[in-house]
């Protein structure tokens, strides 16, 4: 499905005329690429909290840090083009009378290394994070609310004009990414192209994990934690695996997700996006990878159809579904046809079990004889 994806949307965007009511537009191509890159999120999401019972409500950090990484390599690429003309400094920098480049700006001239940043620093957060809290044995919904206390203290820091991010405003205004014109239609689906790419190898990267050995303690984890450390297992070092291996995810979301929408600021690290995202997941299904995809393409699709005549309203439209989805569909919608599919077609042995045995032949016999007479 991804690779039709990446297939259609390109050929119907740069090949067919506009004026064809089946061509999809330059702007749809960049909503649709936002959509995936919800859609990372929410895998990576999934990962450690349908498969590890890890629920977090600070996700929205991770995004954000990779796309700040991701948004720093390009507004250095603005060069002498900026407002003020200044070939070194941003033009924050220089309405906020810099003088010189800060040392974590350094290196974000390459693409290598901003691509690095987008990585390690996520995932050097979640592992610093994650070692304190898994090895204090902060569970349940305690670790929920210090991951929300995360992320917004990110919040009120990046907000401050003096960390060197922009402050309120972020950071905008974004001319090209490798060369190559940031607004051109052509850049639009090479974008959208890699973040399907991301999104495909995400999957794999958690398909790989939760069907494989560690999977299975994983999912021990999450049913018994104490039983799975009774037993031996140091439940610290596989929740910390997968929650920075998650982190690293969001952080790569967050990098493709910027260049799309051209813009990053704190709003990014609100907590209330981490918790949407929680809803996406919860809505798709928890603990099946695809239906966290799925949530995060229908919610998102449904959010940008509904906030076009009632945007105000949203939130309430929002809670709507997560209520509906708790009553409804505990297991969310992929759950729910799962478990459709399964009880249209009892087991094997629940079918022997209900079909009547065959009579002796001694039993037949005798049957046939009364029958006679």
Same mark, same amino acid.
């Not at 690779?3 to 506009?18: K, M, Q, Y």
């Given at each position: 499905?991804?690779?039709?994806?990446?297939?259609?949307?390109?050929?119907?965007?740069?090949?067919?005329?506009?004026?064809?009511?089946?061509?999809?537009?330059?702007?749809?191509v960049?909503?649709?690429?936002?959509?995936?890159?919800?859609? =990372?999120?929410a895998?990576? @999401?999934?990962? /450690?909290? $349908?498969?590890?019972?890890?629920? #977090?409500?600070?996700? %929205?950090?991770? +995004?954000?840090?990779?796309?700040?990484?991701?948004?720093?390599?390009?507004?250095?690429?603005?060069?002498?083009?900026?407002?003020?003309?200044?070939?070194?400094?941003?033009?924050?920098?220089?309405?906020?009378?810099?003088?010189?480049?800060?040392?974590?700006?350094?290196?974000?001239?390459?693409f290598?290394?901003?691509?690095?940043?987008?990585? =390690?620093v996520?995932?050097? @957060?979640?592992? /610093?994070? $994650?070692?304190?809290?898994?090895? #204090?044995?902060?569970? %349940?919904?305690? +670790?929920?609310?210090?991951?929300?206390?995360?992320?917004?203290?990110?919040l009120?820091?990046?907000?401050?004009?003096?960390?060197?991010?922009?402050?309120?405003?972020?950071?905008?205004?974004?001319?090209?990414?490798?060369?190559?014109?940031?607004?051109?239609?052509?850049?639009?689906?090479?974008?959208?192209?890699?973040?399907?790419?991301?999104?495909?190898?995400?999957?794999?990267?958690?398909?790989?994990?939760?069907?494989?050995?560690?999977?299975?303690?994983?999912?021990?984890?999450?049913?018994?934690?104490?039983?799975?450390?009774f037993?031996?297992y140091?439940?610290?070092?596989?929740?910390?695996?997968?929650?920075?291996?998650?982190?690293c995810?969001?952080?790569?979301?967050?990098?493709?997700?910027?260049?799309?929408?051209?813009?990053?600021?704190?709003?990014?690290?609100?907590?209330?996006?981490?918790?949407?995202?929680?809803?996406?997941?919860?809505?798709?299904?928890?603990?099946?990878?695809?239906?966290?995809?799925?949530?995060?393409?229908?919610?998102?699709?449904?959010?940008?159809?509904?906030?076009?005549?009632?945007p105000?309203?949203?939130?309430?439209?929002?809670g709507?579904?997560?209520?509906?989805?708790?009553?409804?569909?505990?297991?969310?919608?992929?759950?729910?046809?799962?478990?459709?599919?399964?009880?249209?077609?009892?087991?094997?042995?629940?079918a022997?079990?209900?079909?009547?045995?065959?009579?002796?032949?001694?039993?037949?016999q005798?049957?046939?004889?009364?029958?006679?007479?």
């Amino acid at each position: 499905m991804l690779l039709a994806a990446a297939i259609i949307v390109p050929f119907f965007n740069l090949v067919v005329p506009a004026s064809w009511p089946i061509h999809i537009s330059t702007f749809m191509v960049g909503l649709l690429g936002k959509y995936i890159c919800y859609a =990372l999120l929410a895998l990576a @999401l999934d990962l /450690v909290w $349908g498969y590890c019972g890890i629920l #977090s409500l600070g996700h %929205g950090a991770f +995004f954000a840090l990779g796309g700040y990484a991701m948004g720093m390599y390009l507004m250095r690429m603005i060069g002498p083009r900026g407002v003020y003309g200044d070939p070194i400094l941003p033009d924050f920098m220089v309405f906020l009378n810099w003088r010189e480049l800060p040392w974590y700006w350094h290196g974000f001239d390459h693409f290598g290394f901003a691509m690095l940043m987008v990585v =390690l620093v996520p995932g050097l @957060l979640a592992f /610093v994070f $994650g070692s304190l809290a898994f090895r #204090s044995r902060v569970t %349940g919904v305690y +670790f929920s609310i210090i991951t929300q206390a995360m992320t917004f203290a990110f919040l009120l820091a990046f907000f401050r004009n003096d960390m060197g991010f922009g402050g309120n405003n972020g950071l905008t205004d974004f001319k090209e990414i490798l060369g190559l014109d940031i607004q051109k239609e052509t850049t639009r689906n090479i974008l959208f192209v890699a973040s399907l790419a991301a999104l495909a190898g995400g999957y794999a990267i958690c398909r790989a994990i939760v069907t494989s050995k560690l999977g299975k303690v994983l999912i021990a984890v999450r049913d018994a934690e104490n039983r799975t450390r009774f037993l031996g297992y140091r439940v610290e070092r596989y929740k910390l695996f997968v929650w920075v291996v998650s982190a690293c995810l969001a952080g790569i979301a967050g990098a493709l997700y910027v260049p799309q929408v051209g813009i990053i600021n704190p709003s990014e690290f609100a907590p209330a996006s981490s918790i949407e995202a929680v809803i996406w997941v919860a809505i798709g299904g928890r603990g099946t990878l695809v239906g966290a995809i799925l949530g995060a393409l229908l919610v998102n699709g449904f959010k940008s159809w509904f906030t076009g005549f009632l945007p105000e309203l949203w939130l309430f439209a929002l809670g709507g579904l997560f209520i509906f989805s708790t009553l409804f569909l505990p297991q969310g919608i992929l759950g729910a046809l799962r478990y459709r599919r399964a009880k249209g077609a009892p087991p094997p042995d629940e079918a022997d079990a209900i079909a009547p045995e065959p009579p002796a032949e001694d039993e037949q016999q005798a049957q046939l004889e009364r029958a006679g007479a």
